[in-house]
């Protein structure tokens, strides 16, 4: 099994912990555990690639890569996996013209692999680190809609929409009522990504047209 962080910035905190993950995984799953931290910065992936010194001769090895351990044309027989093929998207270095549209390509075959859920939040991820020409390609495929994954993320922005308009239409009514909207009460409906709730809290406020007692 193999355990796979994303890591910014060294941390202490983070380096002590470490060790702790690899033994609870091993003791839950009762298999070899290895772990492998993903870096975009080289330095960082240095200092990681040293391993865990828990004592004599007892020291973790801890696998590391950064930004120059990517491949910078990646081909389809580099991408075996879903999830080799989202860390070569979102840390290695942009593929342009056919050589995008081939990794584009892999890419989509790979995530349509994937429950579709969880392959639309890598898609959702991936259009704001991607640079402009393979983005446009991912958005353009996702309106073909030809995977299960497609509909879903195509679902999900429909969603967010709703969500967002709920927002503004509850915000805009608490505002015109006689006792208005506090601060904390914007703040908790920003904070609010459940459409049913944000309609429940608009039904009540309606009903005694007001904002007060709304979320108890």
């Given at each position: 099994?193999?355990?796979?962080?994303?890591q910014n910035e060294w941390k202490n905190e983070k380096h002590?912990?470490?060790?702790?993950?690899?033994?609870?995984?091993?003791?839950?799953?009762?298999?070899?555990?290895?772990?492998?931290?993903?870096?975009?910065?080289?330095?960082?992936?240095?200092?990681?690639?040293?391993?865990?010194?828990?004592?004599?001769?007892?020291?973790?090895?801890?696998?590391?890569?950064?930004?120059?351990?990517?491949?910078?044309?990646?081909?389809?027989?580099?991408?075996?996996?879903?999830?080799?093929?989202?860390?070569?998207?979102?840390?290695?270095?942009?593929?342009?013209?056919?050589?995008?549209?081939?990794?584009?390509?892999?890419?989509?075959?790979?995530?349509?692999?994937?429950?579709?859920?969880?392959?639309?939040?890598?898609?959702?991820?991936?259009?704001?680190?991607?640079?402009?020409?393979?983005?446009?390609?991912?958005?353009?495929?996702?309106?073909t809609q030809t995977r299960p994954y497609h509909s879903e993320?195509?679902?999900?922005?429909?969603?967010?929409?709703?969500?967002?308009?709920?927002?503004?239409?509850?915000?805009?009514?608490?505002?015109?009522?006689?006792?208005?909207?506090?601060?904390?009460?914007?703040?908790?409906?920003?904070?609010?990504?459940?459409?049913?709730?944000?309609?429940?809290?608009?039904?009540?406020?309606?009903?005694?047209?007001?904002?007060?007692?709304?979320?108890?």
């Open positions: 099994m193999v355990i796979v962080e994303v002590y912990r470490l060790p702790g993950y690899m033994t609870r995984a091993f003791e839950d799953h009762r298999l070899p555990i290895e772990l492998l931290l993903v870096c975009p910065d080289d330095t960082v992936a240095r200092k990681y690639r040293k391993g865990i010194r828990l004592g004599p001769d007892n020291t973790i090895t801890v696998h590391s890569v950064g930004m120059s351990d990517f491949p910078e044309d990646p081909d389809a027989d580099l991408l075996p996996t879903a999830a080799a093929a989202v860390v070569i998207a979102a840390f290695g270095k942009a593929p342009n013209g056919r050589k995008a549209e081939l990794f584009i390509s892999t890419l989509d075959h790979r995530l349509g692999t994937i429950e579709p859920g969880r392959a639309a939040d890598y898609i959702k991820s991936l259009l704001t680190i991607l640079e402009d020409e393979p983005a446009r390609m991912l958005e353009e495929l996702m309106r993320y195509s679902d999900s922005l429909l969603e967010q929409g709703e969500v967002r308009y709920a927002r503004r239409a509850l915000v805009r009514y608490l505002e015109s009522t006689p006792t208005g909207l506090t601060h904390e009460q914007r703040q908790q409906i920003e904070r609010c990504a459940d459409l049913r709730m944000l309609d429940s809290w608009l039904d009540k406020a309606y009903q005694q047209q007001s904002g007060e007692g709304l979320f108890e």
